[in-house]
């Protein structure tokens, strides 16, 4: 089963203690594409510029993400700097040129519309809802989200929140969209506005998955380095969409293993400078790395 | 088989965000003695002063805790008074007054020099390893310290570390002690210090075990309000060294589930002020919160 997402695609240049990148294939849209694409196969619809470069479709046709639903347009692709502090869990944004992103209106080609799986990356909630609007009848819809809108575009995402199954957040947006300080307590709160799930990205202390009926919680990956945090969230979405895609299994093991396949491909991505170690990984390394996770875990020994 | 802890007993004047509690039994030994008590008999070695009141004496004895190693010394018991930021995760100390405390020298009965389950709770590095020498053959020892020590008495800190099996530290504390801001590469510097093995506790992110061998996590339980955090740590240790001595299993599976057992009860304590929670729950009400653990963590479903 293939894997619809909207959301953005970016040039990065990124500073990190450890060195720079400049000019990086980024976007929420790119690394989640790029990560279920291990999974599934995956429609991305996004809007880039005429200098968008081949070799960079090139790169997202051979794993597999169909382009058809991404709009080339008069101008330039959004660029995006940014610096991270020196123990990475904070960045200053140096500079940001929205440039054809700004106009961006996805429009569905008619293949996508019946999608089956679904994720609505961060962008205006009004976008969101104007994808949900172009679907037959998706079965599973997830959705991401940012301060600015949280703060700006309030009651766009909270009608959205109706009409989404899995809201993927981090903490901090948690907190600030529900109004609490307490990560279970925001979570009930979230759980209250729709979705009947609410994923919370916890960074380094990994992720924790809500449903009213019951909690999941699964640290991050110990690594003893972390080169460059961009893109982890929107991985750990294309991992977890891309294996429940794959799997078909959305009962709650299904999604708890779907958690962790996320949790695999973040733990990934962050080992080098934006998508290097995704354009390097293989299958193989994925499985042992998901086995890993389960030694780390299981109560009752490696 | 019955376990020895050496440390502090104090009464604590605690203010939290929800309230406050004057002059409670409180202290590292007796958080850890009472939280151990639940799962094998317990030797406490400590000084108190002469107006340390005969409720928490019966207290203690009705819990199991042998008291033949209490100190009840001329002058007063010491006493700490702290306050708690609204988000829990640091408080201000307003008074301390070590008293009796300040020239406790642990002098173990007969009785206490064959333990084989040893707790060096937060004290003096100095008097640490004044315990161990008072030992015949301790098969277990596990050690916890703190800043002070990490900074002021460096060097018995690391003598202490060449002879015990077991450092129970927080995150912040293993920055410090060795010089590394990455928990993973922290726990590899501790580990090449002497200890078997290190135990990273992380508040509400739960706790990491670190080995030549293995790397464990298990999360905090998820709890929608923390009332007090006093004599968390030191809950979670008794906890852990309690049920190692009840099931004297100290393989991997073994100090995991011990280290589960920690976290139930630590999660209990922070649910009232000082020790009432651990003075009301139950064997019962532990079991449940175990399978609860197993169901939050278990990646195959609930």
Same mark, same amino acid.
């Given at each position: 089963?293939?894997?619809? $997402?909207?959301?953005?695609? !970016?040039?990065?240049?990124?500073?990190?203690?450890?060195?720079?990148?400049?000019?990086?294939?980024?976007?929420?849209?790119?690394?989640?594409? $790029?990560?279920?694409?291990?999974?599934?196969?995956?429609?991305?619809?996004?809007?880039?510029?005429?200098?968008?470069?081949?070799?960079?479709?090139?790169?997202?046709?051979?794993?597999?993400?169909?382009? =058809?639903?991404?709009?080339? +347009?008069?101008?330039?692709?959004?660029?995006?700097?940014? #610096?991270?502090?020196?123990?990475?869990?904070?960045?200053?944004?140096? *500079?940001?040129?929205?440039?054809? !992103?700004? *106009?961006? #209106?996805?429009?569905?080609?008619?293949?996508?519309?019946?999608?089956?799986?679904?994720?609505?990356?961060?962008?205006?909630?009004?976008?969101?809802?104007?994808?949900?609007?172009?679907?037959?009848?998706?079965?599973?819809?997830?959705?991401?989200?940012?301060?600015?809108?949280?703060?700006?575009? +309030? =009651?766009?995402?909270?009608?959205?929140?109706?009409?989404?199954?899995?809201?993927?957040?981090?903490?901090?947006?948690?907190?600030?969209? =529900?109004?609490?300080?307490?990560?279970?307590?925001?979570?009930?709160?979230?759980?209250?506005?729709?979705? +009947?799930?609410?994923?919370?990205?916890?960074?380094?202390?990994?992720?924790?998955?809500?449903?009213?009926?019951? $909690?999941?919680?699964?640290?991050?990956?110990?690594?003893?380095? $972390?080169?460059?945090?961009?893109?982890?969230?929107?991985?750990?979405?294309?991992?977890?969409?891309?294996?429940?895609?794959?799997?078909? *299994?959305?009962?709650?093991?299904?999604? +708890?293993?779907?958690?962790?396949?996320? =949790?695999?491909?973040?733990?990934?991505?962050?080992?080098?400078?934006?998508?290097?170690?995704?354009?390097?990984?293989?299958?193989?390394?994925?499985?042992?790395?998901?086995?890993?996770?389960?030694?780390?875990?299981?109560?009752?020994?490696?």
């Amino acid at each position: 089963m293939s894997i619809l $997402v909207v959301g953005s695609v !970016f040039f990065d240049s990124i500073e990190t203690p450890h060195g720079k990148i400049d000019r990086a294939l980024g976007g929420a849209a790119t690394y989640f594409s $790029v990560a279920a694409s291990f999974f599934a196969a995956v429609q991305m619809v996004a809007a880039v510029g005429e200098d968008f470069p081949q070799d960079a479709i090139d790169f997202l046709t051979q794993r597999g993400v169909d382009l =058809s639903g991404l709009q080339i +347009r008069p101008g330039l692709t959004g660029s995006w700097a940014g #610096r991270y502090h020196e123990d990475m869990n904070q960045r200053d944004t140096l *500079d940001l040129q929205l440039n054809v !992103f700004k *106009d961006f #209106r996805p429009q569905l080609p008619a293949s996508h519309r019946h999608a089956q799986y679904v994720f609505l990356a961060n962008i205006d909630p009004r976008l969101q809802l104007m994808v949900l609007d172009q679907l037959s009848a998706p079965g599973l819809v997830g959705c991401d989200t940012m301060n600015h809108w949280i703060t700006g575009s +309030r =009651s766009e995402l909270e009608q959205l929140l109706t009409r989404v199954g899995i809201l993927v957040i981090n903490d901090e947006e948690a907190r600030l969209l =529900s109004g609490e300080r307490n990560v279970v307590r925001a979570a009930r709160r979230l759980l209250a506005m729709g979705p +009947r799930r609410v994923l919370i990205k916890r960074g380094e202390y990994g992720v924790m998955q809500f449903s009213a009926e019951s $909690v999941f919680a699964v640290p991050a990956f110990p690594l003893e380095e $972390v080169f460059d945090p961009t893109g982890a969230g929107d991985t750990f979405a294309g991992g977890f969409m891309g294996e429940l895609a794959r799997s078909g *299994d959305t009962s709650e093991a299904g999604l +708890r293993r779907a958690i962790v396949y996320g =949790s695999v491909m973040a733990s990934f991505v962050v080992e080098d400078f934006g998508m290097n170690r995704l354009r390097a990984v293989t299958p193989d390394e994925i499985e042992r790395r998901y086995r890993q996770f389960v030694s780390l875990t299981d109560i009752d020994g490696p």
